[in-house]
């Protein structure tokens, strides 16, 4: 959409209702409010959300070798990533006659489909600017509220017509301050952003509940495809009982053994529990510690009860020591029970069907998935939160850090190797050791970012050095 053609003014200032009552009757609503802050309508401070990406494997070749164990992928062509799981869901809402809303960020336009046929399309004007920490969340969602008017107390500005449809992500009008000046074009906290006479048909169409479906098409202008090396490299031979090498830009496996088989996963579910409460939570928020929160840990970090941690700090200690009390004071963000259903909720969204989460920390043997599904987890991590994957490797931000948790000792191995995205390890006695990282080779055509994923392992370390090895052989990076 060419910006001279948006009418970034377009809005209506809808002014705060005021409202006069006996003092009692106001007393009893703020006893109420109080009530329902210390429960788990807290979450609507927080715009209660179910992010969902989908990219789905494109191009899948294996050429299987006698123990029918290890297989390869035949690169002989790079076919780019289409989000097909998206295009099926929206041939099943139409096939089912069903009305839903659907959001194409790559094409920034907005469509509104009743009973199965196109009614409307309309322009979308803006969207969370893209590897930024308000990234908009692409994913199939539903309409969780609606509000003629949202104020943001993160934005401090008024958003008319608005609709939540994942944690602080809304659907909305121009935004404006109190005094009812627009926010600029620049302005964005990461939400759909329609004019405000757009916003207000679309709140009119919809209804609570109804399907919304989000899509952004990744840039893979950047990305290079792998060359396999003409010198034939034999298998690696390593512990894990399962494992998983991918090209991350395209979905496709490079090499694999048993990689659909469910294990335990440990500590590898803290990178899920980084990412929801990165889309779940605002990182500036602090939160008070209980002893409800407290864990048995190896980690450095040893929270004080009663005192507050922002949340972003906690992403640190979380992802760079394993804490699993840092993951329960993520999680009491919400209550556990909640964040954890939001976990499994992100999971299926991601299409990772054979996951299950059952504690932030990863710490019960039932917390299982397969290298197939971490590797949808590690992709969605790259392209949508790869600020896990900076916090993982130890690197400071500060834009919301109460600057308590510095100079943490990072217990993640393999952090000093050349061309490492980001890592996380795991160990428990059902899971062995386990471990899922990210490398971004060079070459001339541009990034290969490679997964890869090990499970059951014996010697992780040792293993993903091994697989290393034969991937830089096979690829000549």
């Known amino acids: ?83 097909r799981k998206f295009e099926d869901e929206v041939a099943s809402y139409i096939a ?60 401090n500005v008024w958003m008319p017509w608005s609709m939540q449809f994942y944690g602080n992500f809304f659907i909305h009008g121009w935004p404006y301050y109190e005094n009812g000046t627009p926010v600029s074009s620049t302005y964005s906290g990461g939400c759909v952003r329609l004019s405000t006479a757009d916003a207000k048909e679309v709140y009119q169409f919809a209804s609570k509940g109804m399907a919304l479906l989000l899509r952004d098409v990744e840039d893979t202008g950047t990305f290079a495809k792998p060359v396999a090396s003409s010198q034939e490299v034999a298998p690696p031979q390593v512990s894990a009982k399962s494992f998983l090498i991918s090209d991350l830009a395209t979905g496709e496996t490079m090499l694999e053994k048993n990689s659909s088989n469910v294990l335990p996963v440990a500590s590898l579910a803290k990178i899920m529990t980084g990412v929801v409460a990165s889309e779940l939570v605002y990182l500036g928020k602090p939160i008070a510690v209980d002893e ?56 299926a969204s991601l299409s990772m069907k054979d996951t299950s989460f059952a504690d932030p920390s990863g710490e019960l043997s039932s917390n299982t998935s397969s290298a197939e599904d971490l590797e949808k987890l590690l992709r969605y991590t790259y392209f949508k939160r790869k600020f896990i994957f900076d916090i993982s490797k130890g690197e400071q931000d500060y834009r919301f850090s109460g600057r308590k948790l510095d100079n943490l000792t990072n217990f993640n191995e393999l952090i000093d190797v050349n061309d490492l995205v980001g890592i996380k390890n795991g160990e428990t006695e059902a899971a ?46």
């Open 432 to 477: 062995g050791q386990t471990l899922a990282g990210v490398w971004e080779f060079k070459s001339s055509g541009g990034k290969i970012p490679v997964g890869i994923i090990v499970l059951g392992s014996t010697d992780r370390v040792k293993d993903t050095e091994t697989l290393l090895g034969w991937l830089k052989q096979s690829f000549n990076l």
């Open 292 to 347: 409800s929160m407290l864990a048995a840990t190896f980690a450095t970090f040893q929270p004080v009860v009663g005192e507050r941690y922002v949340a972003f700090d906690l992403l640190y200690p979380l992802l760079m020591q394993s804490s699993n009390q840092a993951a329960n004071i993520l999680a009491g963000f919400t209550g556990k029970d909640q964040f954890v259903a939001n976990m499994n909720k992100k999971a």
């Open 1 to 83: 959409m060419e910006k001279d053609k948006i009418n970034i003014l377009e809005h209506k200032v809808f002014k705060k209702p005021t409202l006069k009552m006996p003092r009692i009757i106001v007393g009893i609503l703020l006893l109420v409010v109080a009530a329902l802050a210390s429960t788990s309508y807290f979450l609507w401070q927080d715009r209660i959300n179910i992010i969902s990406a989908s990219d789905q494997k494109i191009r899948q070749f294996y050429v299987n070798l006698a123990d029918s164990e290890i297989g390869f992928t035949d690169s002989s062509e790079f076919v780019l990533p289409i989000d």
């Open 96 to 155: 089912r006659k069903e009305s839903f809303i659907e959001i194409d960020l790559s094409q920034m336009k907005v469509s509104l489909y009743k009973e199965g046929g196109l009614l409307k399309t309309l322009p979308v004007l803006s969207k969370g600017r893209d590897g930024s920490w308000w990234e908009t969340p692409t994913g199939n969602y539903k309409i969780l509220s609606k509000e003629q008017n949202h104020f943001s107390s993160i934005g």
